[in-house]
């Protein structure tokens, strides 16, 4: 299957910080990306969804300034966590649709980011 | 809205035995998917099973099987066979056809003993 990776997978930060996550489609191009967060022994719940060349539309609850989502290129969409907080520590993951897919369920996760901030 | 329920937050298995997660979905659309990932505790996300919901036979992938009742709003997960490194949290999940957003239901534990 296709391969989708981030970066870093994990990242430890100071309060106040901002940390960037990149997402990126390696073999296959991707005009939609998703965000989901993922708090221990809980379910992932998506954050926003990422589009090519257009704003981002977050689901509702989800802070627009809070978390900066770019979707530059076909291959790569970046979070940015923006001047993060404890609360803000959690497991990031994202996932990417192939450009190509003919079948409904060609969707690929990366391995995901762990946050903390101190 | 898309909701999906995961009532059994944690299950043990005896190795080799079949186990079932049960999933139970709620939606308005008339087409949609079912999903189910395995999410070992490395954290990665990994596809097992699709079922369309106007498919009209049940999803088989390999030991995975996929019991859909549309009536009931049901698609439980049977795992066969099962092997220690099936040990891990499942997750059922749902996506309108039309959008491909996930809504996850909060995840079964699975841990299979020797």
């Known amino acids: 299957g296709a391969v989708v990776s981030q970066h870093p997978s994990w990242v430890i930060c100071k309060s106040g910080t901002s940390v960037k996550i990149e997402c990126r489609s390696l073999?296959?191009?991707?005009?939609?990306m998703f965000w989901y967060r993922q708090f221990p022994k809980q379910s992932l719940m998506l954050m926003a969804t990422?589009?090519?060349?257009?704003?981002?539309?977050?689901e509702q609850g989800v802070e627009k300034d809070k978390f900066l989502i770019n979707h530059a290129s076909l291959t790569l969409s970046t979070l940015t966590v923006t001047s993060a907080h404890p609360e803000d520590s959690s497991f990031y993951i994202c996932?990417?649709?192939?450009?190509?897919?003919?079948?409904?369920?060609?969707?690929?996760f990366g391995p995901g980011t762990r946050l903390t901030v101190l | 809205a898309q909701k999906i329920t995961q009532t059994q937050p944690g299950m043990f298995v005896q190795e080799k035995e079949a186990v079932t997660l049960d999933c139970t979905y709620d939606?308005?659309?008339?087409?949609?998917?079912l999903f189910w990932y395995k999410q070992p505790s490395s954290g990665e996300m990994i596809f097992l099973i699709y079922?369309?919901?106007?498919?009209?036979q049940n999803a088989t992938e390999g030991r995975y099987s996929l019991n859909f009742q549309k009536a009931r709003k049901s698609a439980n997960l049977v795992i066969s066979a099962s092997q220690l490194g099936d040990s891990a949290m499942y997750f059922c999940?749902?996506?309108?056809?039309?959008?491909?957003?996930?809504?996850f239901g909060a995840g079964t534990t699975v841990t299979v003993r020797a």
């Open positions: 996932s990417a649709r192939d450009l190509g897919a003919r079948s409904y369920n060609e969707q690929f």
């Open positions: 073999d296959f191009q991707a005009t939609t």
């Open positions: 990422s589009n090519e060349g257009s704003k981002a539309t977050y």
């Open positions: 939606t308005s659309d008339q087409s949609y998917g």
């Open positions: 079922q369309g919901s106007y498919d009209e």
């Open positions: 999940a749902i996506s309108k056809s039309n959008d491909y957003k996930l809504s």
